[in-house]
């Protein structure tokens, strides 16, 4: 960490979503460690899905013009390949290489040797090449492209473009170990008694992230609690 006096990730919450007046048309749903209801928006899913590309699951490229940031690839480009006309990582290509991978649906691919270990579990979603295919739509989704699974993958993942009921988070796993991370990123839900200010009892739901970074053990940031009354 460069600065470990900062925060590297951070996240505000609106405690009125789903009140009169602010976003009520979208149903949100709050459950932890089971499945959202058909029909709902899982926050839980949506959090990680967020957190994801905050442990940097997202390129700094500049996917119009396929400049570099400063002029240096990140860790996440350097996993960026291109399957055409012949396998090319983004580090090998220019910018305007790049900008036209970032739109070249079907054959941006990622390169890391942890994801290929469990790309056989995907029954679509891979490359003839047996890479993983990322998500490169021919017009350029800005906050989208490039920086997400593609949305043709199945199962369903976590850090695809659209999220999905049902999603895993298998190879968003092992993509983080490509990227350096020494461990997965895992997640731990328990849930203690606790009393209201009216005696009422309900349930505290703490959501932990565990993520291992080599040099330190074990690194935990709570998430968010929830409440449910009983």
């Given at each position: 960490?460069?600065?470990?006096?900062?925060?590297?990730?951070?996240?505000?919450?609106?405690?009125?979503?789903?009140?009169?007046?602010?976003?009520?048309?979208?149903?949100?749903?709050?459950?932890?460690?089971?499945?959202?209801?058909?029909?709902?928006?899982?926050?839980?899913?949506?959090?990680?899905?967020?957190?994801?590309?905050?442990?940097?699951?997202?390129?700094l490229v500049n996917k119009t013009t396929g400049a570099l940031a400063g002029g240096l690839p990140d860790?996440?480009?350097?996993?960026?390949?291109?399957?055409?006309?012949?396998?090319?990582?983004?580090?090998?290509?220019?910018?305007?290489?790049?900008?036209?991978?970032?739109?070249?649906?079907?054959?941006?691919?990622?390169?890391?040797?942890?994801?290929?270990?469990?790309?056989?579990?995907?029954?679509?979603?891979?490359?003839?090449?047996?890479?993983?295919?990322?998500?490169?739509?021919?017009?350029?989704?800005?906050?989208?492209?490039?920086?997400?699974?593609?949305?043709?993958?199945?199962?369903?993942?976590?850090?695809?473009?659209?999220?999905?009921?049902?999603?895993?988070?298998?190879?968003?796993?092992?993509?983080?170990?490509?990227?350096?991370?020494?461990?997965?990123?895992?997640?731990?839900?328990?849930?203690?008694?606790?009393?209201?200010?009216?005696?009422?009892?309900?349930?505290?739901?703490?959501?932990?992230?565990?993520?291992?970074?080599?040099?330190?053990?074990?690194?935990?940031?709570?998430?968010?609690?929830?409440?449910?009354?009983?």
């Amino acid at each position: 960490d460069l600065d470990n006096t900062k925060a590297d990730i951070s996240a505000n919450f609106n405690q009125d979503i789903g009140k009169p007046g602010c976003l009520v048309g979208l149903p949100w749903s709050y459950v932890i460690g089971v499945p959202a209801p058909a029909g709902t928006i899982s926050f839980y899913d949506t959090v990680t899905h967020e957190i994801g590309h905050g442990l940097g699951f997202f390129t700094l490229v500049n996917k119009t013009t396929g400049a570099l940031a400063g002029g240096l690839p990140d860790a996440y480009t350097r996993f960026l390949l291109d399957e055409t006309p012949t396998p090319t990582l983004w580090t090998a290509l220019n910018n305007a290489g790049r900008a036209a991978s970032a739109i070249d649906d079907g054959n941006l691919t990622w390169a890391g040797a942890s994801v290929a270990s469990v790309a056989s579990l995907l029954s679509a979603g891979r490359h003839a090449s047996g890479r993983v295919r990322l998500y490169a739509p021919t017009v350029l989704v800005s906050g989208s492209s490039v920086s997400h699974w593609d949305a043709t993958l199945t199962p369903k993942e976590i850090m695809d473009p659209s999220l999905q009921t049902n999603n895993r988070n298998r190879l968003s796993n092992h993509l983080m170990l490509d990227l350096g991370w020494k461990g997965m990123v895992a997640l731990a839900v328990t849930n203690t008694s606790h009393v209201q200010d009216n005696n009422a009892s309900d349930t505290r739901y703490r959501a932990r992230f565990y993520v291992l970074d080599g040099l330190t053990g074990a690194g935990t940031f709570d998430v968010f609690e929830a409440y449910s009354d009983e």
